[in-house]
C-alpha cells in the first residue's frame, strides 16, 4: 500500500465510531473476516457511559444512572475475555498468512 492509499484507511478508521459494538462486528466480519460473539454488556456500558457523560448522568426518563462496583467487575472481566478472543484471532490470522 503507498502512503496516500494508509492515509486514506487511517481517515476511514478515524472517522468510524466504536462505541457501536454492531458496527464493531460488521467492521472486523467485513475487513478481517473475524466473528465476534455479541457483546451486549459491553455496549450496554458503552450507553451508560454516554449518558454519564452527556446527560450528566439522567437518562431519558429523569432518573440517576448508577454504577456499581460490581457492574465495573463484570465489565473488566467481559472486556479481558473480549480483547483475549479478538487477540487470538488476529494471531490466527497472521499465522496463517
Known sequence: M??????DVQDVLRSISFQNMDNVKKILKKVFRIY???C???QNAINK???IVHRNGIDETGNDCLVEKS????LLGE??????DLNEKFNDIETNK
Do not use: H, P, Q, S
Open 2 to 7: 503507498n502512503k496516500v492509499n494508509d492515509l
Open 36 to 38: 465476534i460473539n455479541k
Open 40 to 42: 451486549e454488556f459491553i
Open 49 to 51: 457511559r454516554n449518558i
Open 71 to 74: 457492574e465495573l467487575l463484570n
Open 79 to 84: 472486556i479481558r475475555c473480549f480483547t483475549n
